[in-house]
């Protein structure tokens, strides 16, 4: 999902049998999120993690973050198969007519501003009409980015997506970049929550967290 190039972190993918063995350990799990350090449709054996998930834990909600980039019609047609809860696209753009980014422009945050994901995320709000996953779209706050939050609320609104999530920027791992400051975070969520109510798309923050969440993230100020 969002490429690290700081921090330290190991690129890898987690063996498919560690992942079992994890499992095995949460016997009570009712969420399971197949989402890490990256893009987990590049796992090469993403649909065996969620075979084994359903297989171990059948009633567990199965939900996962990506980029879009790799999720096109064949892939979404065997995740819906497996009967996933609730998909989220993380986009820092939207390559739509009256916003700046294209297909190929640079990344921002890591996510490529892709004609290509865009649509992706589209079919797959179709394709999963009739089940019972939703769709989220997500996007972080950054200074200067706040024409393309409205449009991406607009795009979620046409393409049937059931909310827009806002996330307040990590910069733990990403030192040069900047997180907007709190006034400015509450306008670009004051704003976005009006567009959302206007265009009938709920718009939520990730770090709208009860105080008991807050007092447990607190003692990793980096993250949050």
């Not at 996330?167 to 670009?188: F, G, H, K, M, Y």
Request: glycine share 8%.
């Amino acid at each position: 999902m969002c490429p690290h190039t700081f921090g330290g972190l190991p690129i890898s993918d987690m063996p498919l049998e560690r992942f079992g063995r994890i499992l095995d350990q949460v016997p009570f799990a009712t969420d399971i999120i197949l989402t890490g350090w990256g893009e987990p449709l590049y796992h090469a054996d993403f649909l065996r993690l969620m075979d084994l998930s359903r297989s171990k834990r059948p009633t567990a909600r199965i939900r996962f973050t990506t980029n879009g980039y790799l999720l096109n019609e064949r892939m979404a047609r065997e995740i819906l198969s497996r009967g996933v809860s609730r998909v989220a696209f993380s986009f820092d753009e939207v390559p739509l007519e009256g916003c700046t980014a294209a297909e190929g422009a640079p990344e921002t945050l890591g996510h490529l501003p892709s004609r290509t994901a865009m649509a992706n995320a589209e079919r797959f709000c179709a394709l999963r009409i009739g089940t019972d996953c939703r769709v989220h779209y997500q996007v972080a706050m950054l200074d200067g980015n706040e024409e393309a939050v409205v449009a991406l609320i607009a795009h979620a609104a046409r393409s049937g997506a059931d909310a827009v999530a806002l996330v307040r920027l990590e910069t733990w791992s990403q030192p040069a970049i900047q997180r907007p400051d709190v006034e400015r975070e509450r306008a670009i969520i004051a704003r976005a929550r009006s567009e959302g109510a206007r265009r009938g798309v709920p718009v939520y923050c990730l770090n709208d967290h009860t105080w008991a969440m807050l007092l447990h993230i607190s003692q990793f100020s980096g993250f949050i």
